[in-house]
C-alpha cells in the first residue's frame, strides 16, 4: 500500500478519477436499492450519481491534458489515506439510515482527500481544480438536501415513512411476535405438566429451561431459514432468526422462572404455579396488545384468539400431568 504523501500528481489525479467513478456506481447501486422501496430517495441518489459523473469527467479531461489518454489503475485501495470499509452497497435491501451514512462518510472522505490532495498539488491548473472539487464535496451534504427538499415532496414522504413502518414490521415485529406466541403458548403444555405430574419446581424448572432454549433455537433456525430477504424485503435472515429465536426463548422462560421457588419453602408448588399463571395471563396479553398495535387486529379479538388458545394448550399440560 503507497503512501499518500508519496503519489505523484498523476497518481493523484488517476485516483481521484477511480474514487469519483467508484461513488458514481455506488450511488448508482443505492438508487437501485432504493427504487421499489423509497423511489424518491432513489431520485436523490440518482442526481447524486451525476455529480460524481460531472466530477469524473471534469479529472479526465484535465488528466489527459497533462499526462495522455492512459490512465494509471490505481484505486482507494492501494493509498493508506482511504478507510477500509465493508462493501455494504453489495447488501440488497439495505436501511435509509446506513445508506445515507455509507454517502456521508464517502463524502467526507472526498472532502478529505481533494482538500490534501489540492495542498500536494504542483500544477496550478491541478491545484485550482482540486480545490474546487473540494469545496463542492463539503457542500455535498446541502446538495443532498437540497435535492431531498425539491424531491421528496410532503406525500413523498408520507409514503417512504409508511413503507419504512412496514419494512419495520417484516424485519422486526413479525418474527419478534411470531418467537413471543409460539414460545409463550407452545411451551405451556411441557411445564404444566411437568408441574403437576411431579410437584417438584426445580425438576419443573429443568423441563421449562429446556423447553424454552429447544423451542428458541429451532424458531430460530426455521425463521432464518425460511426466507433470505432478497425478494421479500424481510431484511437479514440472521437477524430474524435471531430475534424470533430469542423472543421464543423468553416467552417459554418467563413462566418458567417461577418454579425457582425453592422445595423447602411451605407450599412452594403452588406458590410458583400461582406466580407461573400470572406470568402467562401478562405474556397473553402483550401479545394482544402487541397484535392489535402492529397488525391492526382489533384488541378484544386478539385477546379472545391468544387467550382461549393459550388456555387450552395449558389445560392440555395439566390434564397430561394430573393424569
Same mark, same amino acid.
Given at each position: 500500500?503507497?503512501?499518500?504523501?508519496?503519489?505523484?500528481?498523476?497518481?493523484? /489525479?488517476?485516483?481521484?478519477?477511480?474514487?469519483?467513478?467508484?461513488?458514481?456506481?455506488?450511488?448508482?447501486?443505492?438508487?437501485?436499492?432504493?427504487?421499489?422501496?423509497?423511489?424518491?430517495?432513489?431520485?436523490?441518489?440518482?442526481?447524486?450519481?451525476?455529480?460524481?459523473?460531472?466530477?469524473?469527467?471534469?479529472?479526465?479531461?484535465? %488528466?489527459?491534458?497533462?499526462?495522455?489518454?492512459?490512465?494509471?489503475?490505481?484505486?482507494?485501495?492501494?493509498?493508506?489515506?482511504?478507510?477500509?470499509?465493508?462493501?455494504?452497497?453489495?447488501?440488497?435491501?439495505?436501511?435509509?439510515?446506513?445508506?445515507?451514512?455509507?454517502?456521508?462518510?464517502?463524502?467526507?472522505?472526498?472532502?478529505?482527500?481533494?482538500?490534501?490532495?489540492?495542498?500536494?498539488?504542483?500544477?496550478?491548473?491541478?491545484?485550482? /481544480?482540486?480545490?474546487?472539487?473540494?469545496?463542492?464535496?463539503?457542500?455535498?451534504?446541502?446538495?443532498?438536501?437540497?435535492?431531498?427538499?425539491?424531491?421528496?415532496?410532503?406525500?413523498?414522504?408520507?409514503?417512504?415513512?409508511?413503507?419504512?413502518?412496514?419494512?419495520?414490521?417484516?424485519?422486526?415485529?413479525?418474527?419478534?411476535?411470531?418467537?413471543?406466541?409460539?414460545?409463550?403458548?407452545?411451551?405451556?403444555?411441557?411445564?404444566?405438566?411437568?408441574?403437576?405430574?411431579?410437584?417438584?419446581?426445580?425438576?419443573?424448572?429443568?423441563?421449562?429451561?429446556?423447553?424454552?432454549?429447544?423451542?428458541?433455537?429451532?424458531?430460530?433456525?426455521?425463521?432464518?431459514?425460511?426466507?433470505?430477504?432478497?425478494?421479500?424485503?424481510?431484511?437479514?435472515?440472521?437477524?430474524?432468526?435471531?430475534?424470533?429465536?430469542?423472543?421464543?426463548?423468553?416467552?417459554?422462560?418467563?413462566?418458567?422462572?417461577? %418454579?425457582?421457588?425453592?422445595?423447602?419453602?411451605?407450599?412452594?408448588?403452588?406458590?410458583?404455579?400461582?406466580?407461573?399463571?400470572?406470568?402467562?395471563?401478562?405474556?397473553?396479553?402483550?401479545?394482544?396488545?402487541?397484535?392489535?398495535?402492529?397488525?391492526?387486529?382489533?384488541?378484544?379479538?386478539?385477546?379472545?384468539?391468544?387467550?382461549?388458545?393459550?388456555?387450552?394448550?395449558?389445560?392440555?399440560?395439566? /390434564?397430561?400431568?394430573?393424569?
Amino acid at each position: 500500500m503507497k503512501s499518500f504523501d508519496d503519489l505523484s500528481e498523476r497518481e493523484i /489525479l488517476a485516483l481521484a478519477i477511480a474514487s469519483e467513478e467508484d461513488d458514481n456506481r455506488v450511488y448508482l447501486t443505492f438508487a437501485e436499492d432504493l427504487h421499489d422501496r423509497y423511489p424518491s430517495t432513489s431520485k436523490v441518489f440518482e442526481e447524486m450519481a451525476l455529480v460524481e459523473e460531472s466530477h469524473h469527467q471534469m479529472l479526465t479531461d484535465l %488528466y489527459q491534458q497533462r499526462f495522455g489518454s492512459h490512465i494509471l489503475p490505481i484505486r482507494r485501495g492501494d493509498v493508506n489515506f482511504f478507510i477500509k470499509r465493508p462493501p455494504v452497497w453489495l447488501t440488497k435491501n439495505l436501511s435509509l439510515d446506513t445508506i445515507r451514512r455509507e454517502a456521508e462518510l464517502r463524502e467526507a472522505e472526498a472532502f478529505g482527500f481533494y482538500q490534501k490532495a489540492a495542498k500536494h498539488a504542483q500544477d496550478p491548473g491541478v491545484r485550482k /481544480l482540486l480545490s474546487d472539487l473540494a469545496e463542492t464535496e463539503q457542500t455535498h451534504e446541502e446538495i443532498a438536501a437540497n435535492l431531498e427538499s425539491t424531491i421528496l415532496t410532503p406525500g413523498a414522504r408520507a409514503k417512504e415513512a409508511k413503507t419504512s413502518d412496514q419494512i419495520f414490521l417484516l424485519q422486526y415485529v413479525q418474527p419478534g411476535l411470531v418467537g413471543l406466541m409460539d414460545g409463550s403458548v407452545s411451551t405451556l403444555a411441557p411445564v404444566f405438566a411437568a408441574a403437576f405430574a411431579t410437584h417438584n419446581n426445580w425438576q419443573t424448572f429443568l423441563v421449562g429451561l429446556a423447553a424454552s432454549l429447544g423451542a428458541g433455537i429451532s424458531m430460530g433456525f426455521a425463521e432464518a431459514l425460511s426466507d433470505d430477504g432478497s425478494i421479500t424485503g424481510r431484511g437479514s435472515p440472521v437477524l430474524r432468526g435471531a430475534i424470533c429465536g430469542l423472543m421464543t426463548a423468553l416467552g417459554g422462560i418467563g413462566h418458567t422462572l417461577p %418454579y425457582l421457588v425453592p422445595n423447602s419453602i411451605p407450599d412452594a408448588f403452588w406458590i410458583a404455579t400461582a406466580i407461573a399463571g400470572v406470568v402467562v395471563f401478562c405474556e397473553l396479553w402483550i401479545i394482544a396488545l402487541v397484535r392489535t398495535r402492529y397488525m391492526d387486529t382489533p384488541f378484544f379479538k386478539a385477546a379472545l384468539q391468544i387467550v382461549l388458545g393459550g388456555a387450552i394448550v395449558l389445560a392440555a399440560g395439566i /390434564l397430561i400431568g394430573a393424569s
